[in-house]
């Protein structure tokens, strides 16, 4: 599976005066097509960050989508962070600058036409709602803060320039086991990891208010390996006469 990541910007996130909803919308644009989120960085609007994190993201050569900073008030850092980033001027794209144009006319000007500046060689993403592009460059695709335009121009993308991406769907089962302790489980678990190298096993426990635990134990896969998975599972639970149920 290739490898997806995130990068979430703003101050605002990082102070939660706004809760962040890109990963969640993320992973529903994700899973249908098969694939899954890798990473995910949240960084602030420091712009010797942004370069630092940018250039270190660019030198990997992956599928990122950045979220946020885009605008045109001074706290945008977004773009120029890219531009200094990749060593490369910041330009005004004509294709970005006749949407901008198409939808705020002589208000535009001078100050929202700025919202088209990329680093030089970038390609537009098409904004539905208010016809404000964002741009691609290098496998990096950036959006603005705002969910409503993120969602539609991350489909696009993924439509548009990795549409061979799609993979079969996987799927999540598992048992609860009450009153367990992790620990006491770690052997087995090493031991079907290496039975099952093709799923991905999981193991969340909890501990509500009564200090009663629990523990999710369940595998990611392909529906039929899924299935498999599960059984020994289960198998397990009986032979050690635990408290379970399936999930």
């Known amino acids: 599976m290739p490898e997806?990541?995130?990068?979430?910007?703003?101050d605002e996130i990082l102070s939660s005066k706004r809760q962040d909803k890109h990963l969640a919308q993320a992973n529903a644009l994700l899973r249908p097509r098969g694939?899954?989120?890798?990473?995910?960085?949240?960084?602030?609007?420091?712009?010797?960050?942004?370069?630092?994190?940018?250039?270190?993201?660019?030198?990997?050569?992956?599928?990122?989508?950045?979220?946020?900073?885009?605008?045109?008030?001074?706290?945008?850092?977004t773009r120029q962070a890219a531009a200094t980033a990749l060593n490369l001027p910041i330009e005004a794209h004509p294709e970005a600058v006749s949407e901008i144009e198409a939808q705020f006319g002589e208000e535009a000007y001078p100050q929202r036409v700025r919202m088209a500046e990329y680093p030089q060689g970038s390609a537009i993403i098409p904004n539905f709602y208010n016809r404000v592009p964002g741009f691609s460059i290098q496998g990096h695709h950036f959006m603005p803060g705002f969910p409503m335009m993120a969602g539609p121009m991350m489909e696009w993308v993924l439509d548009h320039y990795y549409a061979d991406w799609i993979q079969e769907r996987t799927v999540e089962l598992g048992i609860r086991i009450f009153d367990g302790q992790e620990s006491e489980w770690?052997?087995?678990?090493?031991?079907?990891?290496?039975?099952?190298?093709?799923?991905?096993?999981?193991?969340?426990?909890?501990?509500?208010?009564?200090?009663?635990r629990r523990i999710d134990l369940g595998v990611e896969g392909i529906a039929e390996d899924a299935r498999e998975g599960l059984e020994v599972l289960k198998a397990e639970a009986r032979l050690r006469d635990a408290n379970w149920q399936e999930l």
């Not at 997806?4 to 703003?10: N, V």
């Not at 770690?186 to 009663?212: G, H, K, W, Y």
């Open 186 to 212: 770690v052997s087995f678990m090493e031991e079907f990891e290496a039975r099952f190298p093709q799923l991905r096993l999981f193991s969340l426990p909890t501990i509500d208010a009564e200090n009663r």
């Open 35 to 77: 694939l899954a989120v890798s990473w995910v960085w949240m960084l602030s609007d420091d712009e010797s960050l942004l370069v630092r994190m940018l250039s270190r993201s660019f030198a990997e050569n992956q599928c990122v989508f950045c979220f946020g900073g885009i605008g045109a008030t001074p706290d945008d850092r």
């Open 4 to 10: 997806i990541g995130l990068i979430i910007i703003g």
